[in-house]
Structures are given as structure tokens and as C-alpha cells.
């Protein structure tokens, strides 16, 4: 075994012992390998951590939608929200504090409220039913 | 044995179909790479257990990130760079009381017309073991990976020069070792 390096010397190699000791080198290159669980597991491994990522990438994409939902609809809300108060009708709590107003006793109050509600909402959408009545 | 160059492309083909396909494409790099790199931790980590770790945590990176390695200007020694980097993380997180000086954590393998050679390779890959890590893993790039002192630099990040010395004392030291395993031979 290695014989030839028996004449090896602690001074300077000589390119001819260099060479040979090389080529020793090289042939013993693939004497180690890898175990053969190691592709399985690296295989498993990287998929893993790719069903992960995919997993990370879709929840952020989930975040970021409701982000953007958010974002987008406070405003189209607050503008909804002042549309409301002009087109809503008046609470039961609200029609009896009108009524109390008229100071002409609980049903007499009760139906003036009302009418008045009546001609407010007539008023509102008169135009549009007019139009509906000449169609 | 394919030159750097042509084997750097190969590297380079492969990363590209783990940028493109994921996780899936990644069998292709690993039968490539796998015996290479592990060659190359072992030196490192002197344990082939913990070699073959950091050649996977270095395979699944990539499949995190393949397009770095793709654009890579020399992928294959970007590579050995991950793994070397790997590598020393798990050295340093696992460093042991007493370094493994025998080849009993290796999986080695010999085909039918290598039997008679395989006492040489004992013998070579124990000397290597007795080399320092710094000069063993320039002999595995200068040998076994066939790198210029140029490449080895860009790989171990030192310069073309040094590696050129590290390599000069490495073989010196490989040959006294080899003289003394045959000198031992001869007296059994």
C-alpha cells in the first residue's frame, strides 16, 4: 500500500511524486457516497418547505386582500352612512317625540307626525313617481 | 470527468428547472451534485452524518431561492460555497470533544474492479482526515473538483496564492502520511 510514497521526504516533492500522489488522490474521489436515504429525505425536505412557502405566499395574499378591502370600502361606507340619514324614515322613538311636539294628545300627535312624514317622503320622490305615472 | 466550466452549465440547467418546476424539478440538482458536495462536507465536518446535512439544508435553500443560483456567474462553485458555508454552521453548532480520525462514519463504495484499490483509498482518505480542514478542502477543489487556485480562492474566499501554498503544504503532509501508513503496513 502506497509504497511508492516510502520515499517521500519532508524536503520539496519532486513533480514526478506530486503527480503520482494526484492521480492517488483522484482514484480514491469517489470512494465516499451518499447514504441512499439522503435523496429521499432532501426530496421530502424541499417539498415541504415548498408547501410551506406556498402556504406563507397564500395567507399573506390573504392578508393583503383584506388590507385592500378594508382600505378601499371605510370610505364607500362613511359615504353610504350620510346618504342613510337623508333617505331613512324616522325611528318608532323619533315619531313619538314628534307627536309629543304637536301637543294635541298621543293619536292626534301620532297622525300629524305621520302625515307630515307622508309629504316629506312624497316631496322627496315626487319627481321620480311622476315621471313613472307619464311612462 | 467534466470540466468546471461544463459542469458549472449543467448546474446552472438544473437550478432552472427549480426556478421554473419547484420542489419537484430538485431530483435532477441532487443526482448532479449529491456525491460531489458530500465529498466535499465530509472534508469539512469530518462526519459523513453531518455532511450529509448540510448538503440537504443547502438543496432545500436553493429550491428556496433557485434563480440565485441560476444567475450565478459560476454556479457549481456558488454551490460548493453554500455547502461550505452550511458545513461550518453545523461544525460550529456541533462541535465535538474528540474529531473522528478513523473512516468508520463513512458510507464507502468500491465497484468489482476497484477491490484491490480499496486499501489505497482507506489510506488516502485517512490521510486527508489527518490533514487540517483548510488544507484538505483545497485538495478535494484542486483534485477531485479539478478547480484552478483561482476558482478554489473564489470558493474559500482567500487568495489565488494562499491556496496555492495550502495545497503545496497539503501534498507534502499527504506524502509523509502515506509514507508512515506504508511504513506501518511493512512492520504488521
Sequence with gaps: MSKEYADASDDEMSPELLKMLESTVFAAGKFVVPSDDLRPQTLEAARDYGADRKGTYRFAQFILAVFVFVTISLPIFGRLASWRDSVASPTSLQMYEIAMKKNVGMDWGLFEAFSELRQSQASRFGQTNRKNVQD | MTTPASFSDRVRE?????????????????????????????????????????????????????????????????????????SLVILRRKRRGAIVSNLTDLLTHRSVDEVEQEESFRAVWLALRSLPMQQSEVVVLKIWEEFTFAQIAEVLCIPPATAASRYRYAMQKLALELRSQAVEATHE
Excluded at chain 2, 428547472?17 to 460531489?36: F, K, N, P, Q
Design chain 2, 14 to 86: 438544473s437550478a432552472q428547472c427549480i426556478a421554473e418546476s419547484g420542489a419537484a424539478a430538485l431530483s435532477g440538482l441532487y443526482d448532479l451534485t449529491s456525491m460531489r458536495l458530500v465529498r466535499f462536507s465530509v472534508t469539512i465536518t469530518r462526519h459523513q452524518h453531518d455532511a450529509e446535512d448540510a448538503v440537504q439544508a443547502t438543496l432545500v435553500r436553493v429550491v428556496g431561492n433557485a434563480s440565485l443560483l441560476s444567475r450565478a456567474d459560476n454556479p457549481w462553485p456558488y454551490l460548493l460555497r453554500m455547502v461550505r458555508n452550511e
